[in-house]
């Protein structure tokens, strides 16, 4: 997902430029550091005290340049109008993190609003046009059946939460002044995959089977979890 990111970024912006980064749910911060690590100022927002002071511990063993191009910040996505003013940042990410939100649109209406004209809002959700796939290939018939007409899931970490519809989220997109630019998936052939499970010899075309995967019809309608990418009008 980096890669794509990446993408986006290189599409709309000059290389060289600094960019004002907003990561909302940061977690432990790898995605935070990578950017500010490229040259960026990301401000990370994170509610969980633990993913703060893992992110914190990361970065304190980084360079003075990065530390100083890096602010952690305790807060979630419902907080944005209260933390920043409207504009305030080129890059928005919420990668994660509406899953975990049961009313999304005032969530992503406040990223958009702290977006600058022009900038780009990356999402990544979990799809809810293919909750079906992790139990039907599991063999969990039930499971399959039953995730058919819902949105509602449990987790991995056996928590009750949503996913979301790609149809609904670019209808979100359009009525909030960032309509979707363009959209992949993630995690198309590897979701079965156990999270602590060993990283394979051939990991090389795993990856580049994925990419493309996730960038091609009808694999990436199947995937895991979609990554979009909205543009501020």
Do not use: K
């Not at 600058?116 to 999402?123: R, T």
Request: glycine share 12%; charged share 25%; net charge negative.
């Amino acid at each position: 997902m980096a890669r794509q990111l990446d993408e986006q970024i290189a599409g709309r912006y000059p290389v060289g430029q600094r960019l004002r980064v907003l990561d909302v749910g940061m977690g432990q911060g790898t995605q935070a550091l990578r950017l500010a690590r490229l040259g960026h100022q990301v401000t990370g927002l994170e509610q969980d005290a633990t993913m703060i002071a893992a992110a914190r511990e990361a970065l304190s063993g980084e360079p003075e340049g990065i530390r100083e191009r890096m602010r952690i910040m305790e807060g979630d996505g419902r907080d944005t109008g209260v933390h920043f003013l409207p504009g305030s940042f080129d890059v928005v990410l919420c990668h994660g993190v509406l899953m975990y939100v049961q009313e999304p649109d005032p969530v992503l209406a406040g990223l958009a609003r702290v977006l600058a004209p022009g900038g780009l809002l990356s999402l990544l959700v979990r799809n809810a046009d293919a909750l079906a796939m992790r139990p039907g290939l599991a063999g969990d018939w039930a499971g399959a059946l039953g995730a058919f007409d819902t949105t509602a899931y449990r987790n991995r970490l056996g928590l009750d939460v949503r996913a979301d519809r790609r149809e609904t989220l670019t209808a979100t997109l359009a009525g909030i002044g960032a309509p979707l630019h363009t959209w992949y998936g993630v995690r198309v052939f590897t979701d079965t995959a156990m999270d602590r499970a060993e990283v394979p010899e051939d990991l090389e075309p795993l990856l580049a089977a994925e990419e493309r995967a996730g960038r091609t019809d009808p694999y990436r309608s199947v995937a895991a979890l979609l990554h979009l990418c909205g543009v501020r009008g």
